[in-house]
T-cell receptor, first 110, second 110 residues
Framework: DVKVTQSSRYLVKRTGEKVFLECVQD?????MFWYRQDPGLGLRLIYFSYDVKMKEKGDIPEGYSVSREKKERFSLILESASTNQTSMYLCASSSRTKQFFGPGTRLTVL | TQLLEQSPQFLSIQEGENLTVYCNSS?????LQWYRQEPGEGPVLLVTVVTGGEVKKLKRLTFQFGDARKDSSLHITAAQPGDTGLYLCAGEGGSEKLVFGKGTKLTVNP
């Protein structure tokens, strides 16, 4: 069974902390994505990667960076967490646009 | 910028009722996908429609892609409490990125 896993289901951090969200897929997919999901705003694309060490900005990349050193792993980094980054973060990988999502990480920044 | 307008945003109905969710855009999409998301989980793909006018059925769910490939609908017949969730439409514009609608939160009351 295909699987996308995320390192934490819930995370609480303080303003200014550096935050790492990890995502791993076991489907050998080329493409991986990071979204944030907020009530009334839907899913918004932060960054995506179409190959190892390759990345492209999505619609809302400000305040975030990503790392893809291995094909199966895509990390989202909040360089200095702020309260407006409190959100649900969803990772996905895709095969021919069919996206498989992880369970999400609910991040709270205090 | 491609946008998908999804309506209604919220829907609360009684078990046994029928409902339709709409997804509209001024842009043409090469395919359109419907996802369902349960609380605390990531979205799960239900169906992909590719051809203009295409109709797909998944048990009590009927999905239709507009002739011009700019809109889609999801119709649920005789809704059940297990249908409760957030329904998301997503359009493929040409790259492997998807454009998501903001979602319809469906509650089916017993």
């Amino acid at each position: 069974d295909v699987k996308v896993t995320q390192s934490s289901r819930y995370l609480v951090k303080r303003t200014g902390e550096k935050v790492f969200l990890e995502c791993v897929q076991d489907m050998d997919h080329e493409n991986m994505f990071w979204y944030r999901q907020d009530p009334g705003l839907g899913l918004r694309l932060i960054y995506f990667s179409y190959d190892v060490k390759m990345k492209e900005k999505g619609d809302i990349p400000e305040g975030y960076s990503v790392s893809r050193e291995k094909k199966e792993r895509f990390s989202l980094i909040l360089e200095s967490a702020s309260t407006n980054q409190t959100s649900m973060y969803l990772c996905a990988s895709s095969s021919r646009t069919k996206q498989f999502f992880g369970p999400g990480t609910r991040l709270t920044v205090l | 910028t491609q946008l998908l307008e999804q309506s209604p945003q919220f829907l609360s109905i009684q078990e046994g009722e029928n409902l339709t969710v709409y997804c509209n855009s001024s842009s043409v999409f090469s395919s359109l996908q419907w996802y369902r998301q349960e609380p605390g989980e990531g979205p799960v793909l239900l169906v992909t429609v590719v051809t203009g006018g295409e109709v797909k059925k998944l048990k009590r769910l009927t999905f239709q892609f507009g002739d011009a490939r700019k809109d889609s609908s999801l119709h649920i017949t005789a809704a059940q409490p297990g249908d409760t969730g957030l329904y998301l439409c997503a359009g493929e514009g040409g790259s492997e990125k998807l454009v998501f609608g903001k979602g319809t939160k469906l509650t089916v009351n017993p």
